[in-house]
């Protein structure tokens, strides 16, 4: 916990701070105490660490298992910062990883949590948004905590005297959102992907992103397998432009 605070305010925050200046909106929306689940995009391997230099509560992220199980001095150091951090491990490579990942992150919502979670599952491989998984949405159900869309972007930014290129990073927190109409539906799939779409359809509009209805990793597959790029595979993978348009997030509010 201490660690935390001193990667924050000590070690890493101001300089990060200092380097890039991030701007923040929304971090009003942060609820002071109670648990609460923060479903951002997912552009940058960089995203989880400046998301929780803009709010003062202690952000928990899921993190890959592959992160705690080095070994030697190596291993050890990484594991240290990546709890310090405050990632909690998931193996996302048995048959249960998924349904491990929900029971871990419902385990820290009913302790009062703020959690950080990355509904797409994956970085995306071109900057677009792509199809949000529904885990997000059974926790949101089974827990009854808010929901707070996150928009993270990232603009080339030059600095004139130091000849460097860095890029300019925001961060946008939406109101919460609320799913309590949708209360004792959590297992039923059409509930849930309802209520994933409308997280994404929100953080699609904070963030000023093209949405792709398909899965990121999935994409990324294919890439790795073909060669090809995303926009290549996402033509393939893609339904026809009607359908599409039928299937595209759209805000259920109210």
């Known amino acids: 916990m ?6 924050k305010f000590v070690a890493l925050g101001p300089v990060l701070k200092l380097v890039y200046r991030p701007r923040a909106e929304g971090v009003h929306n942060v609820p002071r105490t ?16 400046f998301m929780p230099l803009i709010v003062r509560r202690r952000v928990t992220f ?6 705690f199980t080095g070994t030697g001095l190596k291993g050890t ?19 249960s990883a998924a349904e491990d990942a929900i029971l871990t992150g419902l385990r820290l919502l009913r302790a009062g949590r703020l959690l950080g979670i990355y509904p797409e599952g994956t970085r995306s491989p071109d900057g677009r948004l792509y199809r949000g ?15 707070l869309p996150v928009a993270m972007t990232y603009r080339p930014r030059r600095l ?10 925001g961060i946008r ?36 992103q093209e949405y792709v209805d ?25 339904p026809p432009a009607d359908e599409a348009a039928d299937r595209a997030p759209e805000s259920l509010a109210g």
């Open 34 to 49: 109670g648990a609460a689940i923060l479903a951002s995009n997912h552009l940058s391997a960089a995203d989880w660490v």
């Open 173 to 208: 927190i939406g109101e919460p959102l609320d799913f309590s109409r949708y209360e004792g539906l959590a297992g039923d799939r059409f509930v849930e992907r309802s209520v994933t779409d409308e997280i994404m359809y929100e953080i699609m509009t904070l963030s000023g």
């Open 214 to 238: 398909v899965y990121g990793a999935r994409v990324k597959t294919s890439m790795d397998a073909t060669g090809a790029s995303a926009s290549e595979v996402v033509s393939r993978l893609q």
């Open 62 to 67: 899921l993190a890959k298992a592959e992160y």
């Open 160 to 169: 004139p005297v130091l000849g460097w290129n860095l890029p300019a990073v």
């Open 2 to 7: 201490l660690f935390y605070w001193f990667l």
């Open 77 to 95: 150091l990484q594991r240290a910062f990546f709890t310090g951090a405050g990632q909690v491990p998931i193996d996302r490579s048995s048959a």
């Open 133 to 147: 998984k529904t885990g997000v949405a059974r926790m949101t159900l089974e827990t009854g905590v808010p929901v």
